[in-house]
């Protein structure tokens, strides 16, 4: 993403902003969209940092993970439809490896649906391996809920 973009943490005043982006993002799939007071809970605990991408006055994206010791997890990464495919999400996850490596940690872990061809195509171009399945873990309305992808990545 080139200039005129703006990546900044989430701060309280942002937390409705995330909000909708998560919820426009995740609730189509069929998953629960976090609330405000969801991502304040998440960001109030130890290790949690949360990403804003925002650009031309409006929100393009966001991101929370959390740092524990050597392992980083990305909890959620949510783009707004209208800036996808334009390196949005890439810029949202660079943003966490560094975070992640900054704060020490060695790997970086996620979950993703295994119908989410868009996502495993962004994390396998990170170098991210799948190394677990959670069978059935996302409900799909009208249609039979989606395993989970546990994926991994090397950061030292």
Do not use: Q
Not at 4 to 19: C, H, N, S, V
Not at 70 to 81: F, K, P, Q, S, Y
């Amino acid at each position: 993403m080139s200039g005129g973009f703006r990546l900044d943490p989430i701060r309280a005043i942002d937390l409705d902003r995330a909000a909708r982006l998560h919820g426009e993002a995740f609730e189509p799939m069929g998953e629960r969209g976090w609330t405000r007071a969801d991502i304040a809970g998440l960001l109030a605990s130890p290790g949690t940092a949360g990403f804003l991408l925002t650009g031309a006055g409006s929100d393009i994206g966001m991101a929370i993970c959390r740092i524990v010791g050597e392992e980083a997890e990305l909890l959620a990464i949510a783009v707004d439809r209208g800036h996808r495919r334009r390196g949005a999400a890439r810029r949202l996850l660079d943003a966490v490896v560094e975070k992640a490596r900054a704060d020490g940690a060695g790997t970086l872990f996620l979950e993703v649906g295994a119908d989410n061809p868009g996502a495993l195509a962004l994390y396998g171009s990170f170098g991210f391996e799948t190394v677990g399945r959670r069978a059935g873990y996302y409900p799909r309305p009208g249609r039979p809920a989606a395993d989970a992808l546990v994926m991994r990545l090397t950061l030292s």
